[in-house]
């Protein structure tokens, strides 16, 4: 099975702030790599998907990049709605694995 | 609108089943493949099953392999989970979910429905 990294595990952030969280797959996926976000008590929102793809409706300060084994979601600057939690997954391959998540806290 | 909604979570004993639904609606449901992840409180996403948009593909992950059964029925626009001997460790919310385009990621997703395992 192909691990997914994430790190951090969580941060401290302000509105306003720059953020990147970084994922990283055991092996090669290609360009196989989405980006989920979860609110509390929400079912995850697709974000980013094929590594740089934005969603129809996700706001432009979210941005994806990355090939390989290497990936990074950035948000440009953080609004209070993306206090949240931050999931990559990679679809190359099945299973379809998820990294461990990423909180953004204040 | 593109929307998947849930039912069927509950109380089940350990050694238990139950049987998940997912009714779509919005879409061609026939057209696209579809899967079940599943997240235990307070922790990530879990990956269980994917089902092709015919139905004659399907993956499991290891830990449903076995004891979990998808299945869909694209006249009723639905999708299914059966799930045997129930397992403490199998207490989550239970989301379907599309797979949306060629990149194979997953949108929409379902509200979810939460299945506890307890005696």
């Known amino acids: 099975d192909i691990q997914m990294t994430q790190s951090p595990s969580s941060l401290s952030a302000s509105v306003g702030d720059r953020v990147t969280i970084t994922c990283r797959a055991s092996q090669n996926i290609n360009s196989y790599l989405n980006w989920y976000l979860q609110k509390p008590g929400k079912a995850p929102d697709l974000l980013i998907y094929g590594a740089s793809n934005l969603q129809n409706g996700v706001p432009s300060r979210f941005g994806g990049s990355g090939s390989g084994t290497d990936f990074t979601l950035t948000i440009s600057s953080l609004e209070p709605e993306d206090f949240a939690t931050y999931y990559c997954q990679q679809s190359y391959t099945n299973p379809r694995t998820f990294g461990q998540g990423t909180r953004v806290e204040i | 609108e593109v929307q998947l909604v849930e039912s069927g979570g509950g109380l089940a004993q350990p050694g238990g089943s139950l049987r998940l639904s997912c009714a779509a609606s919005g879409f061609a449901f026939r057209s696209y493949g579809m899967n079940w992840v599943r997240q235990a409180p307070g922790l990530g996403l879990e990956w269980l099953s994917h089902?092709?948009?015919?139905?004659?593909?399907?993956y499991y992950a290891d830990s449903v392999k076995g004891r979990f059964t998808i299945s869909r029925d694209n006249a009723k626009n639905s999708l299914y989970l059966q799930m045997n001997t129930l397992r403490v460790e199998d207490t989550a919310f239970y989301y379907c979910?599309?797979?949306?385009?060629?990149?194979?990621?997953?949108?929409?997703w379902g509200q979810g429905t939460l299945v506890t395992v307890s005696s």
């Open positions: 089902i092709s948009a015919s139905g004659a593909t399907i």
């Open positions: 979910a599309r797979d949306a385009t060629s990149w194979r990621d997953f949108d929409p």
